[in-house]
């Protein structure tokens, strides 16, 4: 396929629509089993939340490097919180030309898992500088929460499973995270290997990307990569590891990498709805493996883990922030 489906995803939000829901399963299961990206529409996140979003992130990143790095990832310990300047987060152990914060669901300090010392759990950081930045960030987290929490009952439904299948025994306490980043321009005479972000594959269940209109994301089809460009209104959703490991490859998790040549600073926005930490990844009951690695970007095939997903998701960011490890997973 030479562009990605669109799938208007309305239905999902209304158990009574047992037809529409129907039909937007099929579209999933057609797009996963395609190449595991597909665009979103009707996802109750309107252009108002979008635009504040894009507003005020690019606020942040307009602010002065010693004000950013009030908030930095290392001040925010076991939580794996804050920000992170160009080149501080890796991808195949090759720095990535992009600047980032990093959030997730914000637990208090007496919560259960806080207490425990779980990682990757704990309170977000924001600019003390920019209050509006925690205003519309939060009001897009609760949004592409609420979605990818209903487009979940469209992959159980597409697997013909009950609606709330994962819910019940994935999801019930979401790993939630959510990234905005920013790729300053390179320009169209930028080295080829000067990469946003190199080839890889994300984590967990699913991915709801929200960009701006400059692009830059690029998705590995089947017939060699292909642009995903961005749809005015729209979110991008791909697939994770741990959903291909489920389905036993039927769904896969698809390469992806992104390459700025606009000529402009580009804004984007993931939001990973992922397993509970401590849920164990089997592959459904009854679900035959049908691939291996197959060519993926890093030779490793997901369905040789065996392990809860918050082992698998410690396994990997360990790799992401090497200077961190210490201090978040010990």
């Not at 030479?2 to 799938?7: D, Y």
């Not at 529409?20 to 109750?44: D, K, M, S």
């Not at 209109?213 to 292909?226: S, T």
């Not at 606009?262 to 397993?275: A, I, N, Q, T, V």
């Amino acid at each position: 396929m030479a562009t990605l489906p669109v799938i208007e995803m309305s239905p999902l939000f209304d158990r009574v629509d047992a037809v529409g829901r129907a039909r937007v399963a099929g579209e999933i299961a057609r797009a996963c089993e395609a190449h595991g990206f597909f665009y979103l529409t009707g996802h109750g996140i309107d252009l108002a939340t979008l635009a504040d979003l894009e507003a005020q992130s690019r606020r942040f990143f307009a602010l002065p490097e010693e004000e950013k790095l009030r908030i930095d990832m290392a001040r925010g310990g076991r939580a794996w919180r804050g920000y992170f300047p160009v080149g501080g987060e890796l991808t195949s152990g090759a720095p990535d030309q992009k600047e980032g914060l990093y959030l997730g669901t914000d637990l208090a300090a007496d919560h259960r898992r806080v207490q425990a010392r779980m990682p990757l759990h704990g309170a977000n950081l924001w600019p003390p500088a920019l209050p509006e930045l925690k205003v519309a960030a939060e009001a897009y987290m609760a949004g592409a929460t609420r979605a990818a929490a209903a487009l979940m009952e469209g992959f159980s439904i597409s697997l013909s499973l009950p609606d709330n299948y994962f819910r019940d025994a994935y999801t019930t306490e979401p790993t939630v995270l959510f990234r905005i980043f920013n790729y300053p321009a390179q320009g169209l005479g930028a080295d080829a290997g000067s990469w946003g972000v190199g080839e890889h594959t994300d984590y967990g269940l699913l991915t709801l990307l929200a960009q701006d209109r400059f692009g830059g994301l690029q998705v590995k089809a089947p017939g060699g990569w292909i642009e995903a460009p961005p749809i005015e209104g729209a979110l991008v959703c791909n697939i994770g590891d741990m959903l291909e490991r489920l389905t036993g490859g039927r769904y896969r998790s698809t390469p992806h990498r992104v390459r700025n040549v606009s000529g402009h600073d580009r804004l984007s926005f993931p939001l990973f709805f992922d397993p509970d930490f401590n849920a164990r990844m089997a592959p459904l009951p009854g679900v035959a493996i049908t691939t291996g690695a197959d060519g993926r970007w890093d030779g490793a095939s997901v369905h040789d883990f065996d392990g809860t997903y918050g082992d698998y998701l410690l396994s990997k960011v360990a790799k992401v922030f090497p200077n961190l490890v210490d201090e978040a997973l010990t």
